[in-house]
């Protein structure tokens, strides 16, 4: 099936500053993609270049097989059945709730406008605040009239930019699996930005973790975690670190954590330098087990205090240990490595 | 931890109310300032009990229907005209970006620092018949070159165009500037085009800022005297000029000025529902929205649109009183123009402090009564700034005037004594005007440094040890003094340029220089009251250079 949207070798720039290289990505239809990385990264830049709102530099974006923004061309937004849920919502603030929902629905006849208007307020849970004003209602709801608003004209992609950054962190996380369900049960394809690793996996299909214009892994969230394709990227995605090792043979390492074995994928030769990834939760509390470790630092999170760790050679781990052990910085404790995959890269990367 | 708030609450209280001993008389004071304002009103609207009703005849047969006719043909020029361009050059500085909207943005505001009547004589200068205008014209084409007629209704309504659209500019133009593109790329992304956009989304959601700044055009258009004067035009304000120094009838001025107070009553009301309204939209608005840059052609056009307004509206009319200055300044710079000169600035200064001072009496009676009586008397005492000059000169003479009477009266029949007026024939009458008038200037600057003061920096301090005149000393004068100086500095101003309150209050001896502008430009000698005129627009630049340097701080 042909994707309903493909950035093709996109590239943008303001002034002489490249601020999207060569990026490519593809949704299917019904999908909901992410773009994930730091402010600056260009990823609000690709996602209003989709929108229509900035020209393109290079490289092609097709909305359902048809060319939409390329160098010297760009199809008018309005024309683009492209919806967008903005930063800071964009309310009308001089329309009721149910004229912000409506204003995109103004060619179709009364009745259908108000089945349409109702319907997707309904889905949203505000059908009770049809009369009121952007003013009146909270931030969450404020956050879904927008959400409404912009799948009210049934757009073929939504777009939506950091659209839960403006909440407190309860209300973030409740709304991002509701967005998620209601987007799912619309069977609308999305494309979202965001900072938030956690929105990102809550909410995402695929996620494309973006550094200075460049998707450096376009991938589910499982495979981001488990299998991140650069050093960069295992630090930036989750929790862990990144300690020293060397291939030993075929499937085992020589780390700090003793001898580990597993599938090394990597064509490695023995005896090279590499890097392994180590989550938290790959390494277990044993005060039976010969491998010790200093606690440098405790952070108490509840049903589980995070430490970290340092090896005997000197590299750091962190583990992620029931809170019922609760030892003190400085204090020597056991550890076992617990490592199912081996996510290595060469030492030198 | 439920009773921690009430006990904080609690401790505040009783703080404040040995801080300032009897509450009530905050609210006195501020009734006290309410009621001088509704005095000129209630005076006028005392008027219609005792109707004179052979000057009604009169005034209603030769005057009245041309009275509304002009003040219609006024209002609604005006305040379209001014909408035109103030909205026009808002959006183009406020949420777009071109080669010199920086500069453009606050030079755009230049033309504020004119006062409508120089602006008006300046032009006719410029344009009448025997002006340089239309003399190059001529020469150029020939005598048979047909030219509009500045004196007329359009040319009225052109020349206040000019003057007051930076009004409407200044208040829609900060909408503009948090809407950015943002609105209308939301309504772009729902399916409009740009013009769609503009017409949905953009203007009305500016609309109260814009109806904010067409109401104040429409008040400055009613109450306007200078103007309206030199061109001849009969206004109800030069009306009531006339009524009272060329037929020597106060009670058909004090008619006149009822029907007047009326219309501005309508005003006034219209006024508050907006600012409410202002309030509300702006609650969820970015500070400073990304601009919509404008390219190729666009750019030039929207640059050469606002550099033309600002030359027509400023910057030739400026350079003209120069030129004229330079030219009479030998034979009118003298110790007659220092003695005008003189009069200007005490009258300016006096009213400053005193209106200052009252401010910042009636500022903190608002502070310590945060409830709805004292809110309600302090917007009154506020609601001056609507009543045109000759209205207010009226209202504010009658009663005093009667004051005198009464105590002469009462010297006479008690004492024995025979008294001269105490009030009248003093400058006490025009300072109480300017304090009525300019109320709001001072206060609002006064109060908005004020609400940085807040409690928690009043718990602070007493933390700290401060209480007392040390902590007005140290904490609340600091933090006030910008405030202050604005407000000094804006009634300053104001009060140096006011014309119809000083002519027709001023005490025998106290020209001033804008009176003698109004000598002087009715007789058409418009040179010779450049020098003056040059004057007022350099103390008129002062206040617009703090505007400027307000707004590059936002």
Known sequence: ?349 | MTPLPADRAGASRRGSSRFFTRPSGWQWLTGVIALLVLTPITVLALAWLDPAWEIWQHLQETLLARLLINTATLVVGVTGGTLLLGVSLAWLTGACEFPGRRHLSWALLLPLAMPTYVLTFVFLGLFDYTGPVQTQLRSWFGRGIWMPEMRSAGGVVLVMSLALYPYVYLLARNAFRTQGKRALEAAESLGCSPLEGFFRVVLPMARPWIAGGATLVLMEALADFGAVSIFNYDTFTTAIYKAWFGFFSLPAAAQLSSLLVALVFVLIVVEQRLRKRMRYAQSRLAPQAERIVLQGGKRWLACGYCWLILLIAFLLPALQLLRWSLEIFHAEFDSRYLGLLGHSLLLALISAVLIAAVALLLSYAGRRHPGRLTQGLIRTSTLGYALPGTVLAVGIFIPLAWLDNQIIDFARDHLGSEMLPLLQGTIAIMLLAYLIRFMAAGFKAIDSAMHRVTSSIDEASRLMGLRGVKLLARVHLPMLRGGIFTALTLVFVDVMKEMPITLMTRPFGWDTLSVKIFELTSEGEWERAALPALTLLLSGLIPIILLMRQSDKD
């Open chain 1, 1 to 349: 099936m042909e994707p309903l949207l493909e950035l093709q070798q996109i590239s943008q720039a303001y002034g002489p500053q490249l601020v999207v290289k060569d990026l490519s990505l593809s949704l299917k239809k019904g999908e909901i993609g992410c773009l994930l990385g730091a402010s600056g990264c260009g990823k609000t830049t690709v996602l209003r270049t989709i929108a229509g709102f900035e020209p393109l530099l290079q490289g092609e974006i097709r909305l359902n097989g048809t060319v939409v923004s390329r160098a010297g061309f760009s199809l008018p937004p309005a024309k683009r059945q492209i919806g967008m849920v903005f930063q800071d919502y964009a309310l009308f603030p001089h329309l009721s709730i149910f004229d912000n929902v409506a204003f995109g629905l103004r060619k179709l006849d009364k009745t259908e406008l108000i089945r349409r208007v109702n319907q997707a307020l309904e889905l949203v849970g505000l059908q009770t605040e049809l009369n009121k004003y952007p003013h009146e209602i909270s931030g969450g709801q404020q956050q879904r009239v927008a959400l409404a608003r912009a799948l009210a004209p049934e757009p073929q992609l939504l777009l939506m930019d950091e659209p839960f950054s403006n909440l407190d962190v309860t209300l973030r996380e409740r709304l991002s699996m509701e967005v998620r369900d209601i987007l799912k049960e619309f069977g609308t394809t999305a494309l979202f930005v965001t900072h938030n690793q956690n929105e990102a996996f809550a909410v995402a299909d695929r996620i494309g973790v973006m550094h200075s214009g460049e998707i450096l892994q376009w991938d589910s969230a499982h495979n981001l975690y488990h299998q991140p394709v650069s050093p960069r990227i295992a630090e930036f995605v989750g929790e862990g670190a990144l300690i020293n090792g060397v291939v030993k043979n075929a499937g085992q390492l020589e780390t700090g954590l003793g001898l580990l074995e597993g599938i090394i994928k990597r064509p490695l030769e023995v005896g090279s330098p590499v890097q392994l990834l180590v989550r938290p939760e790959d390494v277990v509390h044993d005060d039976a087990s010969p491998v010790k470790a200093v606690v440098v630092r405790r952070s108490f999170r509840g049903a589980s205090i995070l430490y970290a760790l340092r090896l005997a050679n000197g590299d750091l781990v962190q583990a992620l240990v029931p809170s019922h052990c609760d030892h003190q910085p400085g204090e020597k404790i056991g550890i076992q490595p617990d490592v199912r995959h081996l996510v290595l890269f060469p030492a030198d990367a």
